[in-house]
RNA sequence: GCGGGCGUGGCGGAAUGGUAGACGCCGGGGACUUAAAAUCCCCUGAGCUUUGCUCGUGCGGGUUCGAGUCCCGCCGCCCGCACCA
């Protein structure tokens, strides 16, 4: 054996290997047990980064590990294609955005083949080939059949310079990000994907995702947003229109004091259209800021509309207003106003000073207490209300609810915040919408046998706009009904609809159909995914929903695609920056020089500032570029540090030292395998006991994916091991030691494992406890006097409780501490502790 | 405002209610060497009158023989959502 351990031959050497015997190629037909690991496929954008790194190591350390557990393990890869950073670079470099986007995975495929994933590369995909996309239409159509696509006109934001429909996100400042010109807002007809129509058992299935994180099930929740209450109606007392309102809170009916609807409700359109001052504070509505902060800060401002409604129960007369903090999509874009229970309400009726009445106390002993400056939104009995009075605020509701019901006025109704999923795109690089419009025969879905809809790739990107709409043939078709000249749909799908079923693809991936229900019910769902908290909504919610509806129409069986769900944290970095005319300038780490008590620029020696360790971006140029890293230090390095230190929840702080420190270790471990020797005899109790404990416990930390814990306990076997006389045990221990790392530093442990001559460790088993071995015949006590820790025993395990006491009292410090006190209770935990309360 | 999470040495972090600080990094001292690298050994929470003692897990209370851990009340930080009626 070398003395050094070089991952520059060693690496490529045994992926090669891998590769050559097909190790991580899953088999369909094994009688094994299943285990489905996938982390979330990446955007080719060129580069690999350390957040990809950290994020399949995790997946690869489980990968790994299960195999060598005896799982028949599916763990692929593929790529998330489509979607505007293509057409940004088409634009700005002339090169055609399949071209860069193909140039890009060849790139990061050959990155992550250098990291030594455990992957089964046979069912790589990309999301912008005709297999994967052609096969998205074909369920596209699925699902229109079924009626959970449907076309409706819809407000988007549109940039008039570009030509295209922006993203919120694309939005800033009611400017387009790319062409700066002012977004208008504009009616186009819009594919929709029916996912209101789950929103029930989206929010239900939450409840079955216990191997979620809380915080993630959460934000599921607050995102679809179920409330429930009363819709009902307000009759006009001196207009003709009846104002449709909804309220969860029907039990303060008694408390309502005005109504309000949004500007654009068509009461206010038509108080508008006969008064230039209504007209006015409706465009001013409309002028107001939507960011977090501007709503935070942002006035209550009303209109008085002149209009009155009568009070359902007590006919008094209400105004109504047009207020700035109605939303005309929430609800019914109208709302009865409490401003005694509503904090809006209440701010609003201060303003324009308008009756606050308390209609819900802590007590009817409270019933005329005071308001202290802000409305009372929590719970109580309500008083003031007439029938109402002394029930429950959960009694009132429903009375009230059942009396609109038997009166015809209102109806008790689930309002949900989550809206259907408007899928249409006009852009070019995503996947087209299989439809042909015709005049004659309307809408018609392209037949399947004519899938895949493909991209023409003769396009143009020198003008704004869509390059499908304006291509000179491609749409041109003829209707597959009539067979009259047609036009094809331009818009293309969102690229969410891509990464909402490419896991169930994975699993089965036939020629002829999406995939093949049978297999998908043997690998699915999945069983440990792993991805940034970036997600926790939009594709999360989102390959949930199509995996539900693929489950409503028959074509899966299983509802939830991600059995357990693990986010794991961002690697992080320090700033280095020093200012220089009044401006930030920033340096990368390998600009730098780092000392024990600051940084100096290596160019010119002088210091720097050392800033805040934050997530790596190229702005503030903090980033390590994991290519790099594996070239100077080897791949088992960088997956060292990946799991090293931080709970893989949490940030992980990149430091130089720290790959140091690893690449260190990855030597360190080369040693001691050097060390193995079969021709030594003897036992060591010591060691076995600690090489069977911790085999045990790295593998429930795997399982738990405590990495850092795992990797805390192999650094102190390595050292127990290290300090140990030779022995058959020893030996024996490094054998463990090795297949210990594997799943982590599996280059290593093949190199060294070759020494065997038993073949690859990726094909070996996880080695065997023995619960014998578990348990230690020796155990420290801890004498304590009274609760304050004074001496520790080391005595036979199982020892009796009347000897553990006498052994404490007996000790010297044990007496001092004492001071001659009398020993009143005696509390003595078997093989943990004594504790003497004087 | 609502929701979720976090708070332990110089740093990342360990600790089924039972010896706080495992393990790693940084730092200090030493060995080997002509020298360096590499490697190995020792020290490394604070304080003190240093065989040992006192204090110490954001702050204040409580439960307990015993609390980083459980309960109550605060403070601070991070993340997500948000005029959602």
């Known amino acids: 054996m070398n003395e050094r351990f070089d991952p520059a031959q060693a690496d490529t050497r045994w992926q090669a290997a891998w590769d050559e015997a097909q190790c991580f190629k899953a088999d369909d037909g094994s009688a094994k047990p299943r285990s489905y690991v996938l982390e979330m496929f990446p955007y080719p954008s060129g580069r690999i980064h350390i957040g990809h790194v950290r994020n399949y190591t995790m997946g690869d350390v489980l990968a790994r590990y299960k195999r060598m557990k005896g799982f028949e393990v599916l763990h692929p890869m593929g790529w998330d294609a489509f979607g505007m950073p293509a057409e940004n670079a088409a634009m700005e470099k002339g090169v055609h955005p399949g071209g860069w986007t193909r140039d890009n995975i060849a790139n990061m495929k050959a990155q992550l083949k250098r990291l030594g994933f455990a992957l089964d590369w046979s069912r790589e995909l990309a999301t912008c080939e005709p297999e994967y996309y052609g096969q998205e239409q074909s369920l596209f159509l699925d699902l229109y059949e079924h009626g959970l696509v449907y076309r409706k006109e819809s407000a988007v934001n549109w940039d008039p310079v570009d030509q295209t429909v922006l993203a919120n996100e694309q939005v800033i400042d009611g400017r387009g990000w790319r062409s700066g010109a002012l977004v208008e807002k504009r009616k186009l007809s819009q594919w929709f994907l029916k996912i209101t129509d789950f929103a029930d058992e989206l929010l239900e299935g939450l409840s079955t995702l216990d191997k979620w994180p809380e915080k993630v099930r959460t934000m599921q929740e607050n995102w679809i947003g179920k409330s429930t209450g009363l819709q009902f109606h307000f009759k006009p007392a001196n207009f003709d229109s009846q104002i449709e309102v909804y309220s969860t809170r029907p039990d303060t009916i008694f408390g309502a004091s005005f109504v309000a609807v949004a500007a654009e409700h068509p009461v206010a359109q038509q108080v508008a259209a006969t008064s230039a001052e209504a007209q006015a504070f409706i465009e001013e509505c409309k002028r107001g800021g939507t960011t977090a902060a501007e709503l935070e800060t942002a006035e209550k401002l009303g209109f008085d509309t002149g209009f009155r409604v009568v009070h359902p129960f007590t006919g008094a007369e209400l105004p109504v207003y047009i207020a700035n903090f109605v939303l005309m999509e929430y609800g019914t874009g109208a709302v009865m106003a409490v401003p005694g229970h509503d904090q809006r309400d209440f701010e609003f009726a201060t303003k324009y000073d308008l009756p606050i009445l308390r209609v819900v106390a802590a007590s009817a002993d409270d019933a005329d207490k005071p308001f202290e400056g802000e409305a009372e939104a929590g719970d109580g009995i309500c008083v003031h209300s007439d029938f109402l009075n002394g029930m429950s605020v959960a009694e ?181 920056s020093r200012k220089e005319d009044g401006r930030e300038i920033y340096f990368g780490p390998s600009e730098i020089e780092r000392t024990a008590d600051g940084a100096t620029l290596k160019e010119d020696g002088q210091p720097v500032t050392v800033g805040k360790v934050i997530k790596m971006s190229k702005s503030k140029k903090n980033v390590v570029d994991p290519d790099e890293i594996v070239a100077t230090y080897g791949a088992d390095a960088i997956r060292w540090f990946m799991l090293s230190d931080s709970p893989p929840e949490r940030d992980l702080p990149w430091s130089e030292a720290g790959i140091e420190g690893c690449a260190r270790f990855v030597q360190r471990l080369w040693r001691l395998f050097a060390q193995h020797d079969v021709a030594v005899e003897g036992e060591d109790k010591a060691v076995d006991r600690k090489v069977h404990q911790t085999v045990a416990a790295v593998a429930e930390d795997i399982e738990s994916l405590g990495f850092n814990k795992a990797v805390a306990r192999i650094y102190e076997l390595t050292g127990v091991i290290e300090k140990a006389q030779p022995s058959a045990s020893r030996s024996a221990a490094i054998r463990k030691l090795l297949l210990l790392v594997s799943p982590m530093m599996p280059h290593l442990a093949e190199e060294a494992y070759a020494e065997f001559g038993e073949g690859l460790i990726a094909n070996a088993a996880w080695p065997q406890v023995d619960p014998a071995l578990l348990v230690e015949d020796e155990v420290t006590i801890a004498v304590q006097v009274k609760g304050k820790l004074r001496d520790t025993l080391t005595v036979a395990k199982g020892t009796a409780k009347e000897e553990l006491e006498a052994l404490a009292l007996a000790s010297e410090k044990v007496q001092r501490a004492l001071d001659g006190a009398q020993v009143r209770k005696v509390i003595v935990v078997p093989d943990r502790l004594v504790n003497l309360v004087a």
């Open 396 to 576: 009132a509701k429903a009375t009230v609810i059942a009396r609109a019901e038997n009166e015809g006025w209102g109806e008790g109704k689930t309002v949900w915040r989550l809206r259907d999923w408007g899928v249409s795109r006009q852009r070019y690089w995503g996947t087209p919408i299989p439809f042909i419009h015709c005049e004659v025969c309307g809408v018609v879905p392209v037949p399947k046998k004519q899938l895949p809809v493909t991209l023409p790739e003769d396009v143009d990107f020198s003008t704004p706009g869509n390059p499908l709409a304006r291509h000179a043939t491609w749409k041109h078709v003829d209707c597959p009904q009539c067979g009259k000249p047609a036009r094809r749909e331009t818009d293309t799908l969102d690229t969410f609809v891509d990464s909402s079923w490419y896991f169930l693809r994975f699993a089965s991936q036939p020629d002829d159909r999406p995939f093949d229900p049978a297999q998908i019910a043997q690998w699915l769902p999945v069983e440990q995914y792993i991805g940034g908290i970036e997600h926790a909504i939009l594709h999360l919610l989102y390959a949930r929903f199509w995996t539900r509806a693929l489950a409503r129409i028959g074509k899966i069986e299983v509802k939830e695609p991600f059995g357990s769900l693990f986010t794991q944290g961002m690697v992080t970095h320090e700033v280095y």
